[in-house]
């Protein structure tokens, strides 16, 4: 089944920085990348998202690439504030064949004010 | 985004008693429905994917006969776990999506303490 590694798993910026999160997969025929934030206590909320046809997509400060040859993809978060502080997972799906997710093992992401 | 509902958002229970969680698609017709255990600190660990109206197929490792999915409902899926032990307890989260959707939309969880 599909492997997926997070890294790193703990992460701290200054405020204003930039913060990359990077994974990478195992199954070649995985094809949506989703990426999502999990406040403490809280419910995994959809941030950003990507599929194999597109090497990279971005929303305001927050922004994804992929490359399928390396099998990896990042993310990507611009002029960090507080309340981005949370832990980030990625995953990897295979669309239209049961789209489960596998996720990445997380990154706790804490940006000092 | 769309709403799921997981209840209840907290539960204890005795060692060897059973717990029914259940996952709702509030304003969208869920065709699949998914289980995920966390430990703390941890990720997010497929259990089972359900679709309507069939059997759950469980991931590798997963005993089906402890977890019991129904998804009797395009809006509802329920997980139950039968004769629970101290081993049981974590943080049970439900995602759903539509039909043709690549998202998947989470429940709030539910964290179940065995005694």
């Known amino acids: 089944g599909e492997n997926v590694e997070q890294h790193p798993s703990t992460l701290s910026v200054q405020e204003g920085d930039s913060a990359v999160i990077k994974c990478t997969y195992s199954d070649s025929a995985s094809n949506y990348f989703p990426w999502y934030k999990q406040e403490l206590g809280k419910r995994p909320q959809l941030i950003i998202d990507?599929?194999?046809?597109?090497g990279e997509k971005k929303d305001q400060r927050i922004a994804v690439t992929l490359n399928k040859t390396a099998k990896h993809f990042s993310l990507h978060i611009t002029e960090t504030q507080p309340e981005d502080s949370a832990v980030y997972f990625c995953?990897?799906?295979?669309?239209?064949?049961?789209?489960?997710?596998?996720f990445g093992t997380g990154t706790s992401l804490t940006v000092i004010p | 985004g769309a709403v799921v509902s997981q209840h209840p958002s907290w539960v204890i229970c005795k060692s060897g008693t059973s717990v029914k969680i259940e996952c709702r698609s509030l304003d969208f017709q869920a065709t699949t429905m998914f289980w995920y255990r966390q430990f703390p600190k941890q990720s997010l660990m497929l259990m089972a994917t359900?679709?309507?109206?069939?059997?759950?197929?469980?991931e590798q490792g997963v005993e089906k006969d402890k977890f019991l999915i129904n998804h009797a409902s395009l809006t509802l899926s329920t997980l139950t776990v039968t004769s629970a032990h101290p081993e049981d307890s974590s943080f049970y989260i439900c995602?759903?999506?539509?039909?043709?959707?690549?998202?998947?939309?989470f429940g709030a969880g539910t964290r179940l303490s065995v005694l």
């Open positions: 359900s679709n309507e109206g069939s059997k759950a197929t469980y």
């Open positions: 995602s759903a999506r539509g039909g043709g959707w690549y998202i998947q939309y």
């Open positions: 990507i599929r194999s046809n597109v």
């Open positions: 995953a990897a799906s295979i669309a239209n064949t049961g789209n489960q997710f596998y």
